[in-house]
C-alpha cells in the first residue's frame, strides 16, 4: 500500500510538472489572457480534470507558473560556469555573455514568462503583478550581489566617485533584458536581443576598469 | 447641403478618433487579448454600430491604433525643444531627457502601445507584429539618424575605431525604454524606467565625448 500511495504521488507530481511546462510554453507563446486552460492541458496532454486536481483557476496556474519559471531560472544561473569566476566582474560580463549565449531556439523558449505576464496584467490581474515583481526583483537582486562585489573591487562607491548605485544598475540590466525580447518578437529574430547585450557589456566594461595586474602596478611610477 | 456632409464627415471623423484614442487607453491598461471591442465602446462613450462603422474587427482597430500611436509619438518628439539643439549628440541625449520627461501620469498613459501589443501578439496575430515592427522600427530609425551624426561629429567609424553601429545603438535605446516600462508595470512605479533611462545617458555620454570647444582646443600643446 504504501508503494502504490507513492507511485500515485509520482504521477500527480509529474502531471503538474507537465501542467506547469506547458503554461511555461504556451503563455510565452501567446501571451496570459489569450492562454485557456484548454490550450494548457493540450499542451501538456491531460484533462482538465488533472488541472482542477492541481489548479483553482487559469491565475493560480499563472502564480505557480510565475514560481516554476523563477526556480528553473535560478537553477540555470546558479549552476552556470561563470557563477565560479573569481573576480566579481567577470562573474557579471560572464552573466551577460550567458544571457547571450541562451538566446537560442523559438522565441517561447527563451523569452520571459514574468516580464510577458506582468506587461498585459499588471493592472487587471494584481496577484500575477505581485509575482512577477517579487521574482524580477529576486533575479535582480541575485546580479546586484555581483555588481556590489565589483563596485567594491574597483573601488567605485555611490555619492563618492559615482552617481548610481548597484540595485539600479541590477535593474537596468533587467530593463535591457526584457526590451531585447520585445525587439526580437517584433522582429522575429534572436540577433537584435545579442546586439542589446553586446551593447550592455559595453557599458559595463566602462563602469568597472579591468583589475591592475601586479605587473601592471609595478609598472606606475612609485 | 455641402455643410451637412461635411458635418456628418466631421463627426465621423470625431468618432473614429475618440475610438482609437480610447484603444490606446484600453490596450495599455488590461493588453491587446484582454480588450473587448464593448470595453473600447465604453471608454469611447460610442455604440458597436459606430466601432463598426469604422473598423472591420478588434484585429483592425488593433492596426488602426498602432498607426495613431505612431503618428502621436511622432508629432510629439518632432516638436520637441531638443530637437533644434544644433550639436547630434545634444539632441540624442535630449532625446533621452524628454523620454525620462514624459514619464508622467498612470501607466497606460506613458508606457507604449507597440511593445505592449508586440508581446503577447507576436505569435497569434502576424498583422499586428509587423504593424509594431514597421512603427517600433520607424522610431528606431529616427534616433538612428541622430546617432550616424552624433558619430560623424566624433569621428565614430564603425569596424574603424568602434565596434558598434547607428541602428544597433538606436535599437538599444528602445531596448532600455521598453524594458523600463515592463519594469515600471511590475513596480508600479515610473521611478525604476527614470533610473534606468539615467543609465542609458551615462552609456551615451560614455561612447561619445564632449566636443572639443576653441579654447579647449587652444589650450592643447601645438
Redesign the interface.
Known amino acids: 500500500m504504501p508503494s502504490t500511495n507513492t507511485q500515485a504521488q509520482a504521477a500527480q507530481h509529474d502531471s503538474k510538472t507537465k501542467l506547469l511546462d506547458a503554461a511555461l510554453y504556451v503563455i510565452r507563446?501567446?501571451?496570459?489572457?489569450?492562454t485557456r486552460v484548454e490550450d494548457i492541458c493540450e499542451a501538456a496532454h491531460l484533462t482538465k480534470g488533472s488541472f482542477f486536481h492541481h489548479f483553482k483557476s487559469k491565475e493560480d496556474l499563472g502564480l505557480a507558473a510565475a514560481e516554476h519559471f523563477y526556480a528553473m531560472a535560478d537553477g540555470l544561473f546558479g549552476q552556470a560556469p561563470y557563477r565560479s569566476l573569481p573576480d566579481p566582474v567577470d562573474r557579471l560580463l560572464g552573466y551577460v555573455d550567458f544571457r547571450k549565449a541562451i538566446l537560442r531556439g523559438e522565441?517561447?523558449e527563451y523569452t520571459c514568462l514574468?516580464?510577458?505576464m506582468?506587461?498585459?496584467?499588471?493592472?487587471?490581474h494584481p496577484r500575477i503583478?505581485e509575482a512577477?515583481?517579487r521574482y524580477?526583483?529576486s533575479h535582480a537582486r541575485d546580479v546586484e550581489a555581483d555588481i556590489a562585489a565589483a563596485m567594491a573591487s574597483r573601488g567605485l562607491r555611490p555619492n563618492l566617485n559615482i552617481d548610481?548605485t548597484a540595485e539600479?544598475?541590477a535593474?537596468?540590466t533587467?530593463?535591457?533584458?526584457?526590451?531585447?525580447f520585445?525587439?526580437a518578437?517584433?522582429?522575429?529574430n534572436a540577433a537584435?536581443?545579442a546586439?542589446?547585450l553586446?551593447?550592455?557589456r559595453?557599458?559595463l566594461e566602462?563602469l568597472f576598469p579591468p583589475k591592475q595586474t601586479p605587473a601592471a602596478s609595478q609598472s606606475q611610477p612609485a
Chains 1, 2 share one sequence.
Open positions: 507563446a501567446k501571451g496570459y489572457s489569450a522565441l517561447p514574468l516580464g510577458t506582468v506587461q498585459e496584467a499588471y493592472e487587471t503583478r512577477c515583481d524580477l526583483g548610481w539600479s544598475l535593474f537596468y533587467q530593463a535591457v533584458l526584457q526590451g531585447s520585445i525587439l518578437k517584433a522582429q522575429r537584435v536581443a546586439d542589446c553586446d551593447h550592455l559595453r557599458y566602462m
